[in-house]
């Protein structure tokens, strides 16, 4: 990944990619009509947004506490986070104007999108080693030809 | 053979479903007890190594986010299996 070192640039970059993936969603159900499922999923991804941005804060408190601290610290704020997500789920499943598996998916999708990041990032490495080593091979044979 | 009326088997439903529906967040304590070893050992790397804070909290941002989906899938299975009977 490109940005590892910058925290800052790094959440920039998965707001933006999810974002980017999250349009294809947003586009077909804003042509199909489905405005529930529309409103179900905005409501998800702004969620989970808010969530990533809260958990980055989180986390840079974290760093600055002692080992045994920072250890409650995360996980009394994983709780308060996970108690978010509850209500956020009841709330999209008793209002009629949202669809609950829109929210639900809406929530997923950074998750989905930091996982495909990762894939996509491993299969490129491991492609460029591939064309690394046949370039090595190919050059090997050019200087064993030529001798 | 003991035959039930149609009240105590929507009931034993009900129960079952709500049973269920707690099993199911048993799911959601896992997470939070990773997230926090992670960040001790987060806070540990930092105390060795100051310089690579920034790749430290990149690497736990996205481990906490991948983490948590088991936690929110058993929450979202637990809702269902509340609301919908």
């Known amino acids: 990944m490109k940005y590892i070192n910058d925290p800052g640039r790094m959440q920039i970059e998965i707001i933006k990619k999810t974002y980017l993936i999250a349009s294809i ?4 159900s804003l042509i199909s009509g489905n405005f529930e499922s529309l409103l179900g ?22 760093l ?23 209500v956020v789920l009841v709330v999209a499943r008793k209002n009629p104007s949202l669809n609950f598996l829109a929210t639900a ?29 046949y370039k090595d091979l190919k050059d090997d044979k050019i200087e064993k030809g030529g001798k | 053979m003991v035959e039930f009326s149609p009240q105590v088997i929507d009931t034993i439903i009900r129960a ?18 990773g997230q926090g070893y992670a960040a001790g050992k987060a806070v540990e790397s930092v105390a060795r190594d100051p310089e690579a804070r920034g790749n ?15 936690g929110i899938y058993s929450l979202v299975i637990a809702i269902v299996l509340i609301f919908t009977i």
């Open chain 1, 25 to 28: 969603p947003i586009l077909y």
């Open chain 1, 41 to 62: 999923f905005i409501f998800g991804l702004v969620i989970s947004t808010l969530i990533l941005r809260l958990r980055v804060i989180n986390i840079q408190k974290a």
């Open chain 1, 64 to 86: 600055d506490m002692s080992e045994g601290k920072a250890e409650t610290f995360i996980r009394n704020r994983y709780f308060i986070e996970y108690g978010i997500y509850f």
């Open chain 1, 105 to 133: 998916v809406g929530l997923f999708m950074m998750k989905f999108t930091v996982i495909m990041w990762a894939i996509l990032d491993m299969a490129r490495g491991g492609l460029n080693k591939k064309l690394e080593e």
């Open chain 2, 16 to 33: 079952a479903a709500l049973l269920g529906a707690g099993f199911a967040m048993i799911a959601g304590i896992g997470p939070g007890i």
């Open chain 2, 56 to 70: 430290i909290i990149t690497t736990m941002l996205l481990g906490q986010a991948v983490a948590e989906s088991t």
